[in-house]
């Protein structure tokens, strides 16, 4: 029922910057903890970072540094800003949501459809 859709990924340059945005479908919803996660061709899934309801952040150290998560407890969205962005980078970055609570709906966890990165050397 709930979706989760993540937008602001694209084409570009090593060493430039993209934030990537994802928003539930529904706004009338709990979240508890939120993150990103990654997929690169051939390769596992993995933590990019994660951010719980009060602000904590995680970071895989792969990207510590570099990227900043973030999150708008109003609108149940939460953001990735990706800086000095490397060719290793590129992956399908997928959103991620646990605990959600949306009406007579309950999610133990949620996932986007993920959006492409990808970064040219």
């Known amino acids: 029922q709930v979706q989760l859709v993540e937008f602001g990924g694209g084409l570009v340059q090593a060493g430039k910057s993209l934030t990537l945005s994802c928003a539930p479908s529904e706004s009338m919803l709990s979240i508890d903890a939120m993150g990103w996660y990654r997929q690169a061709p051939g390769k596992q899934r993995e933590l990019v970072a994660t951010i719980t309801r009060g602000g904590k952040t995680n970071y895989s150290d792969s990207v510590k540094g570099r990227f900043t998560i973030s999150r708008d407890n109003a609108k149940n969205m939460v953001y990735l800003q990706m800086n000095s962005l490397k060719p290793e980078d590129t992956a399908n970055y997928f959103c991620?949501?646990?605990?959600?609570?949306?009406?007579?709906?309950?999610?133990?966890?949620?996932w986007g459809q993920g959006i492409l990165v990808a970064v040219s050397s």
């Open positions: 991620n949501a646990e605990k959600v609570v949306a009406g007579r709906y309950r999610y133990p966890e949620l």
